[in-house]
């Protein structure tokens, strides 16, 4: 297969019109599936099968697709189509883009979220290989409403929409994924002498194949599954989706040598990063932003989000990390545990039921269960420090900001409001102090008188 590493390549994203099967204020092309919109997963898709350029062709007043656009591939250029009249007419929509010379160009759906950059990059090599159009086709279960890949014994004839398709041409089950690539030189030409003479009356891309073929040139196929061309129209196709791509990363985890006991109830992120000899135990969820390191064990329950876990650590059962919590080597992480926006130092405990907030802990501190960093007043975020080797009793509020030193200990139920030196003890609650014989003088005076009920 000719490599296409060294040929510049367009890639033009089409994101105008949609239907209204979603029923969502939002945009279709901007639901997230795995943490990420689904414009997002096309665009990086594009940019990992070496596009060097982007252009997407947004509807008219789609500013919320363009920003998510330019966040997602800066330097990408939009393009609005203005009148929805095909699939041909949305691509020349960017064709100032493609009057810029490019060797290949690859058209893709904002819509169809779930290619893998391999399966671009297959096109293209068709494309350097010699074909000037190669596309994308797969063998549907059900193929109604899909164009079908016309063949003339090995090679691609014409692809026929459906609703233009006799009956006999309806029997075929390879139909079009709808993207394909094509030859960076002959495409405006090709694109330009597309019509509209068909039962819809658009302009269809898949026409070029036609027209392609009439002029000599050689058309191609690659095939992918139908897992990785399925559309989103609709909230139950989103979640198909979903569930077709947490399956992808739950077995590339599971390959590059994680482990999952119940693999079906552990929800990833695109961008989960799990290193080898993790053990992650049934339900737990990974948003956006988490690089877990080797050997640490997410316990049941547990719900991770923008953090990173070091080596050996412990999560959970029922743990929550937030963004910006670091979790260091074999710390400890217990049940009913939140930790947002803070260091936690090599071999930390945190047991039991607590809040971390902005703060640094030195390694080897010891937090007590119910301890509370008081990092909010309402309008500011103040941080907490505590040093190495402290030790925080049970049921203590740290008022930030507040720092306990190095191998000081804070008495249970203490509400710390000034800094600690190291190596003290603080106790900052009531005195306990004891009357003897109290209660039994108390029972006594009341003996005999009427009980109200409790
Ligand atoms: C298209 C293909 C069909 C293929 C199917 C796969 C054409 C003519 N047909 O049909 O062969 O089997 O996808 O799902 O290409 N769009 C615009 N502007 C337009 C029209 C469409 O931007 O004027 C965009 C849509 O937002 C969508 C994509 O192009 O992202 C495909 O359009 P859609 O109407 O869904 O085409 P299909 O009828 O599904
Ligand atoms: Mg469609």
């Excluded at 901007?30 to 898709?45: E, K, N, T």
């Excluded at 077995?251 to 693999?263: C, D, F, K, L, S």
Aim: hydrophobic share 45%.
């Amino acid at each position: 297969m000719p490599t296409s590493a060294s040929r510049t390549c367009l890639a033009i994203v089409l994101a105008a019109g949609e239907g209204t099967r979603m029923k969502s204020a939002l945009p279709k092309v901007l639901h997230q599936i795995a943490g990420r919109s689904m414009l997002g997963h096309v665009l990086a898709g594009v940019a990992a099968a070496g596009a060097h350029r982007i252009a997407i062709v947004v509807g008219p007043g789609r500013e919320d697709v363009a920003a998510e656009a330019r966040r997602m591939a800066p330097g990408a250029e939009v393009y609005v189509q203005t009148e929805r009249l095909g699939t041909a007419h949305a691509v020349l929509a960017a064709r100032a883009a493609l009057q810029a010379p490019c060797d290949d160009l690859l058209v893709v759906f904002a819509d169809t979220p779930l290619v893998e950059p391999a399966t671009f990059a297959a096109l293209r090599a068709q494309v350097a290989g010699g074909a000037s159009v190669a596309v994308l086709g797969f063998e549907a279960k059900d193929p109604a409403g899909y164009g079908r890949l016309l063949m003339d014994g090995a090679t691609l004839a014409a692809i026929r929409e459906h609703k233009d398709a006799s009956e006999a041409e309806r029997q075929t089950t390879l139909c079009n994924a709808g993207l394909m690539a094509l030859d960076g030189k002959q495409a405006l030409q090709i694109l330009d002498a597309i019509d509209n003479s068909n039962v819809q009356k658009e302009f269809y891309l898949t026409d070029a194949v036609a027209v392609a073929r009439g002029q000599g040139a050689r058309t191609a196929v690659v095939t992918a599954p139908e897992t990785q061309v399925m559309g989103v129209n609709d909230r139950l196709q989103l979640a198909q989706a979903e569930a077709q791509l947490q399956k992808r990363l739950r077995e590339n985890a599971m390959r590059e040598g994680v482990t999952m006991i119940a693999p079906e109830t552990v929800w990833l992120s695109h961008d989960t990063q799990i290193a080898r000899d993790v053990v992650i135990e049934p339900n737990v969820f990974f948003g956006p932003g988490v690089k877990v390191a080797e050997g640490a064990a997410i316990h049941a329950n547990s719900h991770l989000t923008g953090c990173e876990v070091g080596p050996g650590a412990s999560i959970g059962p029922f743990a929550r990390l937030r963004p910006g919590a670091q979790i260091g080597v074999k710390a400890k992480i217990g049940n009913f545990v939140e930790i947002k926006a803070s260091q936690i130092g090599a071999g930390v405990a945190i047991s039991h039921l607590t809040y971390i907030g902005d703060t640094t802990i030195g390694a080897n501190a010891n937090i007590g269960a119910g301890t509370i960093t008081c990092n909010y007043d309402g309008f500011d975020k103040a941080r907490c420090e505590i040093g190495e080797g402290a030790f925080i009793g049970s049921n203590s509020a740290l008022v930030a900001p507040v720092k306990i030193g190095a191998g000081a200990y804070v008495g249970s139920g203490s509400v710390i409001t000034r800094d600690v030196t190291a190596d003290a003890l603080a106790v900052a609650r009531g005195r306990q102090f004891e009357k003897p014989g109290w209660a039994a003088e108390f029972r006594r005076a009341r003996e005999g008188k009427p009980k109200q009920r409790p």
